[in-house]
C-alpha cells in the first residue's frame, strides 16, 4: 500500500519562508507527478503547483514567484518552498503523488500540513 506523509509546516509571519516536504511509500506504478494542493477554513481544496516526472512544473497564478516546487522522483519525495508569505496562504497543505495505471491515473494523498502566516 502507498503512504504519503507531509511534514515541515508551521508558524510563520507574513513576508516569512518556509519549506514543506512530502515523502511517499510503497510501490508506484508509474510515476506521473507530484503536486501541492492546500485547503483554507471555510474553502476548498486548491491547486497550489506540481511537478512532472520529466520536471516540469505548473503553479496558480497566485504564488508565481513566490513558491518553488522541486522533487526527487527516485526518493518519491516532493518540496515546496514558500518564500514571502501572506495571510492568506494560511491552509492545510496536502501532497498529490499522481501514478499512471494505464487506463487511468490513481491519486495517493497524505493527511496535511498545517501553515500559518500571522503576526
Known amino acids: 500500500q502507498v503512504q504519503v506523509v507531509e511534514s515541515g509546516g508551521g508558524v510563520v509571519q507574513p513576508g516569512g519562508s518556509l519549506n514543506v516536504s512530502c515523502t511517499a511509500s510503497?510501490?508506484?506504478?508509474?510515476?506521473?507527478?507530484m503536486a501541492w494542493y492546500r485547503q483554507a477554513p471555510g474553502k476548498q481544496r486548491e491547486f497550489v503547483a506540481s511537478?512532472?516526472?520529466?520536471?516540469?512544473?505548473n503553479y496558480v497564478d497566485s504564488v508565481k514567484g513566490r513558491f518553488t516546487i522541486s522533487g526527487d522522483n527516485a526518493n518519491k519525495t516532493v518540496y515546496l518552498q514558500m518564500n514571502s508569505l501572506r495571510p492568506e496562504d494560511t491552509a492545510v497543505y496536502y501532497c498529490?503523488?499522481?501514478?499512471?495505471?494505464?487506463?487511468?491515473?490513481?491519486?495517493?494523498w497524505g493527511r496535511g500540513t498545517q501553515v500559518t502566516v500571522s503576526s
Open positions: 510503497g510501490s508506484i506504478f508509474y510515476l506521473h507527478s
Open positions: 511537478i512532472s516526472r520529466s520536471s516540469t512544473t
Open positions: 498529490n503523488i499522481r501514478d499512471l495505471q494505464r487506463p487511468k491515473y490513481v491519486d495517493y
